[in-house]
């Protein structure tokens, strides 16, 4: 998977913790990635492109050994492939895309006759490929199902990411360092993306030996009212995020989670700490 650049993380988590919109960061990043998948999708398609019938699949799918494009000029996505088909091998990618391919080829011939005709034209630095209605649609279709892959990744990176990062700026601004099991019973740490009895919180933090906190962080909330319930399941016992519904917060509340938007992060946190007489320090952003 293609790492997240850090000024591109740290743009998000400054955004984040500032109560000010991130998404125009993720935006950013999710167009110049979608723009460098059309350009090797075109280029692929240029390379490949001849007169002989069915030139798509034989060479773009079958013929092929970058899996991900296979998948996306078989107009479909990895996940589809994997819950289809319980596995996405290359050769079953070949397989899937190649009936999904000719799925298409049909629906297209099919179209009635006052559908629109689309035609491309590339322009490339030695040559012109001119690709006909069909090739067109395919070409597009293909642009979509890059275009989800995307964005699917650099959200999922945006909360793997960001999230971790996020944490480690609030306790660092707490002064709770980083710690490990076998340190000193006494002291006051953190551990991130800790799995316990069966399940994975994004950190937790001990004190004199014991469990005293799980931590849960999420991006997105207010967009995806489903996280609240995820947050619950993990008996997580302090749930940051960006925003929620009113009706998830009180939803968590009764499960005995306490919700804190992110932008309030550090204030909260710390009085809470701070009333459990944990040894945290006072945040200077928040010094009156």
């Given at each position: 998977?293609?790492?997240?650049?850090?000024?591109?993380?740290?743009?998000?988590?400054?955004?984040?913790?500032?109560?000010?919109?991130?998404?125009?960061?993720?935006?950013?990043?999710?167009?110049?990635?979608?723009?460098?998948?059309?350009?090797?999708?075109?280029?692929?398609?240029?390379?490949?492109?001849?007169?002989?019938?069915?030139?798509?699949?034989?060479?773009?799918?079958?013929?092929?050994?970058?899996?991900?494009?296979?998948?996306?000029?078989?107009?479909?996505?990895?996940?589809?492939?994997?819950?289809?088909?319980?596995?996405?091998?290359?050769?079953?990618?070949?397989?899937?895309?190649?009936?999904?391919?000719?799925?298409?080829?049909?629906?297209?011939?099919?179209?009635?006759?006052?559908?629109?005709?689309?035609?491309?034209?590339?322009?490339?630095?030695?040559?012109?490929?001119?690709?006909?209605?069909?090739?067109?649609?395919?070409?597009?279709?293909?642009?979509?199902?890059?275009?989800?892959?995307?964005?699917?990744?650099?959200?999922?990176?945006?909360?793997?990411k960001a999230g971790s990062r996020i944490l480690e700026?609030?306790?660092?601004?707490?002064?709770?360092?980083?710690?490990?099991?076998?340190?000193?019973?006494?002291?006051?740490?953190?551990q991130l993306e800790r799995v316990s009895e069966g399940?994975?919180?994004?950190?937790?933090?001990?004190?004199?030996g014991k469990r005293i906190h799980r931590v849960e962080?999420?991006?997105?909330?207010?967009?995806?009212?489903?996280?609240?319930?995820?947050?619950?399941?993990?008996?997580?016992?302090?749930?940051?995020?960006?925003?929620?519904?009113?009706?998830?917060?009180?939803?968590?509340?009764?499960?005995?989670?306490?919700?804190?938007?992110?932008?309030?992060?550090?204030?909260?946190?710390?009085?809470?700490?701070?009333?459990?007489?944990?040894?945290?320090?006072?945040?200077?952003?928040?010094?009156?």
């Open positions: 998977m293609k790492m997240v650049p850090e000024d591109y993380v740290n743009e998000v988590v400054k955004a984040v913790l500032e109560g000010r919109k991130f998404r125009e960061y993720v935006l950013r990043e999710q167009h110049k990635r979608t723009l460098e998948a059309l350009k090797k999708l075109v280029l692929e398609v240029a390379k490949s492109k001849s007169y002989e019938r069915d030139w798509w699949k034989k060479k773009l799918i079958l013929e092929n050994n970058d899996k991900e494009l296979i998948i996306w000029f078989g107009g479909l996505n990895e996940k589809t492939i994997r819950n289809w088909m319980g596995s996405a091998t290359l050769d079953i990618c070949r397989q899937t895309c190649s009936a999904n391919y000719d799925t298409m080829i049909s629906l297209f011939e099919d179209l009635p006759e006052d559908s629109p005709k689309i035609f491309m034209r590339i322009s490339l630095k030695d040559k012109m490929i001119e690709l006909d209605n069909i090739e067109t649609l395919l070409l597009l279709f293909s642009i979509i199902s890059a275009g989800g892959t995307v964005r699917g990744g650099v959200w999922s990176e945006v909360g793997k700026k609030l306790f660092y601004e707490l002064d709770i360092p980083k710690g490990v099991l076998s340190q000193d019973f006494r002291e006051l740490y953190y399940r994975e919180t994004d950190a937790e933090i001990f004190y004199k962080i999420k991006l997105l909330g207010i967009g995806n009212p489903e996280i609240g319930n995820e947050a619950i399941a993990r008996r997580c016992d302090i749930f940051l995020v960006d925003d929620l519904t009113s009706l998830m917060i009180e939803q968590a509340r009764q499960h005995g989670v306490k919700v804190i938007l992110l932008k309030d992060a550090l204030k909260e946190l710390y009085e809470i700490f701070s009333k459990e007489g944990l040894p945290v320090k006072k945040p200077s952003v928040i010094v009156s």
